[in-house]
């Protein structure tokens, strides 16, 4: 299964990460950037400590798990 991660930094400097499952492919960087400029701006997500006040990052992660038969 794949996510899509976006990192933030908080008024305290702790990264905050808000996961989207099944993030649409191919992925528009633009419009990632966008949306996590929107996410700060609207102020919508609230950590324990504090506010999201910068961008860190963003990534695709990808889990693939094989069960052993035993």
Excluded: W
Excluded at 14 to 36: L, N, R, W
């Amino acid at each position: 299964m794949k996510k899509l991660e976006l990192k933030f930094l908080n008024e305290e400097g702790k990264i905050v990460t808000i996961s989207v499952d099944h993030p649409i492919e191919p992925v528009v960087e633009q419009e990632i950037d966008d949306a996590m400029d929107t996410i700060i701006n609207e102020n919508c997500f609230y950590s324990s400590g504090g506010d999201l006040v910068e961008k860190k990052e963003a990534r695709i992660v990808e889990r693939n798990v094989t069960n052993i038969e035993l």
